[in-house]
């Protein structure tokens, strides 16, 4: 019982070490698109003095979080900044992304958002009630279960992912539906708030297995689809996040 415990408090903590992180990944992400579309001569896609802004105001809020400063207020900073990064990324004239590719981009997008709604909250801390931002928590747990959801139905509605998770996945004809089934049923929960734990102990298992498979398939998914690499490490990164709300849940 105490081994089981402990076990699941390590499992926590890797997921909350993983979030709280994730501003700096992601600022280094940004920092080798950038360069990445520059050396070869490719539009950002966003105002220089944006680009700037952002990538500074990752560290700020990362820092927040590490260090323990406002923490919350670190969370809750980094879910808007992450909201309106998306949303001028999609709607940037000067950037092209397929509508498959836009749709993987957007769906990742809500999972980081969602998380960082949670954990600022600070539902998941051992904390008194008057200590938590109540409201926050069922918006992000509302977005991460749309997450789930969104990322089961472009699974099983987008030819291109649906194409991949075929080829890449080992048995994936057959496992496409059982991962479709088991995600959309995880985002019920979520939404729902029933028998969250239990929902998050199945999709770690389901969502780390698909990754690692799907999206850890980089040289696939840059080389004969395209991808920018560094634009696919984001949206890998993003869905190593996914996990990481699983296991502070776990």
Known sequence: MVSTKNSTLTVNKIGDFIISRYPYCYAVVLMMLFAERAKHHRPEGYPRQYS??????LFVF?????????????????AIQMLLHSYITHTSKQIHHGEW??????????A????YLMLASRTTEKLPRRSNIHFLFPIGRYIYGLFLIC????????KE?????TKLVPFGSVLVFVVVAIVALGGVCFISNTRVRTASQVLLLVLSFTT????GSINYWTKQKFVEYWNHM???SESVVALGVLMVFF
């Open 52 to 57: 700037y802004m952002t990538i500074g105001a």
């Open 151 to 158: 990322y089961a139905y472009s699974l099983y509605h987008s």
């Open 62 to 78: 990362g820092s927040m979080i590490v260090l323990r400063i406002q923490r919350p207020l670190g969370f809750l900073l980094c």
């Open 161 to 165: 992912d649906y194409r991949a998770f």
């Open 112 to 115: 980081v958002i969602g998380a």
């Open 101 to 110: 590719l836009s749709i993987r981009m957007v769906t990742r997008n809500l």
């Open 234 to 236: 984001a949206i890998l």
């Open 212 to 215: 690692l498979n799907f999206e």
